[in-house]
Nanobody, 126 residues
């Protein structure tokens, strides 16, 4: 059974940092693309960053470039999202998702991903 479990969310002041973790199990980690998405109240789920476990390529939406860093520890089957210089508009529930490579469509399209975690809340106060 494929499982993705996020952790690391919390409350932080603007300008602060958090590191989210996504622990994966039940599939061959190296064959997958792992993405981080977020959903704020009243808004659609949006892609934030993704990493291809095959070649370690990383992708970021413009809004988080230079502030967020995605990485993975294949020995632990875990993907991380280091978030720095957080802004109140980063407040959302953050989800990790997985899809088997190759991904033909957009790395930031939620509909491309087959497996999802339960999400972790990130709240950034001003």
């Amino acid at each position: 059974e494929v499982q993705l479990v996020e952790s690391g969310g919390g409350l932080v002041q603007a300008g602060g940092s958090l590191r989210l973790s996504c622990a994966a199990s039940g599939f061959t980690f190296d064959d997958y693309i792992i993405g981080w998405f977020r959903q704020a109240p009243g808004k659609e789920r949006e892609g934030v960053s993704s990493i291809s476990e095959i070649d370690s390529s990383t992708f970021y939406v413009d809004d988080v470039k230079g502030r967020f860093t995605i990485s993975s520890d294949n020995a632990k089957n875990t993907v991380y999202l280091e978030m720095n210089s957080l802004k109140p508009e980063d407040t959302a529930v953050y989800y990790c998702a997985a899809v088997q490579s190759p991904l033909i469509g957009s790395y930031f399209d939620a509909y491309e991903y087959d497996h999802w975690g339960q999400g972790t809340q990130v709240t950034v106060s001003s």
